[in-house]
């Protein structure tokens, strides 16, 4: 299963994915693309019920103009659900000094046999890369679009591609 | 049976009278007596916290407030009564002083019975007494510091402390003095239903650089006692502050305690916190990153065995440019317990450049048990970084394996693996902890593996 959400304009998304089946693989892409003042929230929760599942979690974000966004992940594994595999990622740019970005990633594990981890990051555009761009004749806010989209590619060509 | 008597062992449970009665006792001024009784008051409005931990056992009318085990403080272990001095003795206290250390406070139960300092330092300037002695001699920088890193209110249990503390340390560090070898308060609580309530305050004037090492522990009991204490820090411009704690209480203990530290212009301040006992902790130490280039660190140690719930964490809250906090935590769980962590990281507006990293890594090592990790990330400037990643796995076969090939039995080989894990962080506590710490892991393995 593949679930594909997208946040671009402020409101709230729940995604919940329930791992009922012994094999289930689930994958989750999110982007969360602040542009506008308001609040920005995605909440994603991969329940484990059952062993033999894989999850992955991808989300990717942006705060600007006044955006607040927030996104919280949650890896629950039960006590029974055995040789679970799941990996929760998010990370978002902060664009300007008006936005602002809260990152929650949670683990919730009851089962010995499993490998779970979460990896968040908040952090603003590399003055360097601005600097590289801007050395080859483009101005910054080009640029700044440039990397932005860059940072975004991975969700967004795995969003667009119907694998 | 004991032989020892106590000066003075209040009935169980908590009213004005009491806290009005230690304040006398104590002979303390007024106004530490109305803070006491304002923080009382909002002790009693306040309710628990409804995360983290569960402390529906907690029963804070079953419990003896003020134990005073002697008149005064002693300057020597031959004028302790023979069955506390016993105690430390088994502790290795006494021992650890002649050789690795600058000073030392003993406390059991309510009070700090035994003080030492080197004469080289006393000589320097430096101060370090019981939170009650320096009451008397320092009153002014007590009452300018006290309460002003954790405020009365800050929280249900911290404002208990404010309401009955006793005991604990009260250091003071002269600006530009380095103390070398490391301070130490070792807390013991002594007594079925105790209450221990230290209140220590560290303040490490500009550009000096202090260790102040804690350890508890406590006697089997069939009834649990409660351990909440507040400890604040100042850390003023370039000062260095290391804060390290070992806790192994009785697994019936609540250790529930509030630790903070207000770090100036420079200045470091590192938590190394271990917490391998008590039935249920709940501790966040945490660094206010005020001044610029301010940095904090904590690197924590879980250990979560049968019964056992440790809910810790750190907390940093970057208020000026170019400060940088870091927090590794490492978690075992076994045999039914349960690790959480639990940290926030807060870049407040205004704080450009600051960096803040967070790793968090558990192991589980049965299927009785659990570990959770609940960060909390708030960024609110732009030109800030943050960085977070945990992972919660088993001990690897692979390397049991390649141990077991060399000839290592299971069990053997699991508690190098795991003492492998903990490390990084064991190399940062002082050796005769870092010995007791190896040797309980290699105990609690014991039979582990089936």
């Not at chain 1, 050395?135 to 694998?163: M, Y």
């Not at chain 2, 003080?115 to 008397?136: H, P, Q, T």
């Not at chain 2, 001699?137 to 300018?144: C, F, G, R, S």
């Not at chain 2, 005769?432 to 892991?441: D, G, H, P, Q, T």
């Amino acid at each position: 299963m593949r679930y594909k959400v997208t946040l671009d304009k402020p409101g709230k998304k729940d995604v919940v994915v329930p791992f009922l089946k012994k094999g289930e693989t689930a994958e989750v892409l999110g982007l969360v693309l602040g542009g506008k003042r308001g609040d920005y929230e995605l909440n994603v929760i991969m329940e484990h019920k059952v062993g033999q599942t894989k999850g992955r979690v991808e989300i990717r974000g942006f705060a600007k103009n006044g955006a607040r966004v927030k996104v919280t992940g949650l890896i629950k594994i039960d006590k029974k659900a055995q040789e679970v595999d799941d990996f929760l990622e998010m990370r978002v740019l902060m664009l300007d000094d008006k936005s602002w970005a809260v990152v929650e990633p949670r683990l919730e594990i009851e089962a010995n046999q499993v490998k779970a981890s979460h990896a968040a990051t908040v952090s603003k555009i590399n003055e360097e890369e601005l600097f590289y761009l801007a050395s080859r004749g483009i101005d910054r806010e080009e640029a700044e679009e440039l990397i932005v989209d860059g940072f975004l590619k991975d969700i967004t060509d795995k969003i667009k591609s119907n694998v | 049976m004991s032989s020892f008597k106590y000066v003075y062992k209040s009935g169980k449970g908590l009213n004005e009278k009491l806290v009005r009665e230690i304040s006398s006792l104590k002979k303390e001024p007024e106004w530490m007596l109305e803070k006491r009784l304002e923080a009382l008051k909002i002790f009693n409005d306040l309710s628990l916290p409804e995360w983290g931990a569960d402390l529906t056992g907690v029963d804070f009318s079953n419990i003896h407030y003020y134990l005073k085990p002697l008149q005064n403080q002693k300057k020597s272990w031959k004028d302790i009564p023979d069955e506390v001095r016993d105690t430390f003795e088994k502790i290795g206290v006494p021992k650890a002083e002649r050789e690795v250390l600058s000073g030392v406070k003993a406390q059991y139960d309510s009070e700090v019975i035994y003080g030492s300092l080197k004469k080289s330092l006393e000589k320097k300037g430096i101060v370090f007494l019981s939170m009650d002695e320096g009451l008397v001699k320092y009153p002014e920088l007590v009452k300018k510091y006290w309460g002003s890193v954790v405020p009365l209110g800050d929280n249900k249990l911290a404002a208990l402390n404010s309401a009955v503390w006793s005991g604990g340390s009260f250091v003071y560090v002269p600006k530009g003095v380095d103390v070398g070898l490391p301070l130490q308060a070792y807390f013991r609580i002594n007594t079925e239903r105790a209450g221990q309530f230290e209140r220590t305050l560290i303040i490490a004037d500009e550009g000096s650089k202090v260790h102040y090492v804690e350890g508890c522990s406590a006697p089997a009991f069939s009834t649990g006692s409660l351990h909440s204490a507040v400890v604040e820090v100042i850390v003023e411009k370039k000062a260095k502050v290391t804060y390290t704690t070992v806790q192994n209480w009785y697994k019936n203990v609540y250790n529930l305690v509030t630790k903070r530290a207000f770090v100036k212009e420079e200045g470091e301040m590192r938590w190394v916190d271990g917490n391998l006992g008590s039935r249920t902790t709940m501790k966040y130490p945490s660094c206010i990153l005020a001044g610029r280039k301010a940095k904090g660190e904590m690197l924590s140690i879980a250990w979560a065995g049968k019964g056992q719930h440790q809910d810790t964490g750190a907390k940093m809250i970057h208020l000026a440019p170019e400060t940088t906090s870091q927090i590794i935590s490492k978690s075992v769980s076994k045999e039914g317990g349960r690790a959480s962590y639990r940290g926030l990281v807060h870049i407040n507006k205004g704080a450009t450049g600051a960096k803040a990293k967070v790793v968090c890594d558990a192991l589980i090592l049965d299927d009785e048990s659990r570990s959770d990790t609940y960060p909390t990330n708030k960024i609110f400037e732009n030109g800030a970084s943050l960085e977070h990643e945990a992972t919660v796995g088993k001990i690897g076969e692979e390397q049991l394996f390649y141990l077991m090939s060399r000839g290592i039995k299971a069990e053997e080989a699991e508690a190098m693996i795991v003492n492998g894990f903990l490390e990084p962080i064991m190399k940062q506590i002082p050796l005769e902890y870092a010995i007791e710490m190896n040797k309980l892991v290699e105990m609690e393995m014991e039979g582990s593996v089936g």
